[in-house]
């Protein structure tokens, strides 16, 4: 059975960083597309960045140049590097892998950004 399972969120204060990773099992990770969504309290599921399995990359505008996606193929994990984190980058962070017919959600990590 596919997992996927993330880590590394936590409270940070305005201007800090946090590192999430995301380890995938039972699956052929290298052929995945990989995904970070974010939900902030009271809005809808919003798509952060991907990582397609050339190792492409794409952010939404909001992150662009404070949050870096990357992977690690040999270790099955999905990293996303933020920094000079903002009060509204607060919610629950989700990656997504996708391929051909298959799509697999982690249960969520919290980032909440406070001072």
């Known amino acids: 059975q596919v997992h996927l399972v993330e880590s590394g969120g936590g409270l940070v204060q305005p201007g800090g960083s946090l590192t999430l990773s995301c380890t995938g099992s039972a699956m052929a990770f290298r052929l995945y597309t990989m995904d970070w969504y974010r939900q902030a309290p009271g809005k809808q599921r919003e798509l952060v960045a991907t990582i397609t399995r050339g190792s492409d990359t794409n952010y939404t505008d909001s992150v662009k140049g404070r949050f870096t996606i990357s992977r690690d193929n040999a270790k099955n994990t999905v990293y996303l590097q933020m920094t000079n984190l903002k009060p509204e980058d607060t919610g629950v962070y989700y990656c997504?892998?996708?391929?051909?017919?298959?799509?697999?959600w982690g249960q969520g990590t919290h980032v909440t950004v406070s001072s």
């Open positions: 997504n892998g996708r391929f051909a017919m298959f799509d697999y």
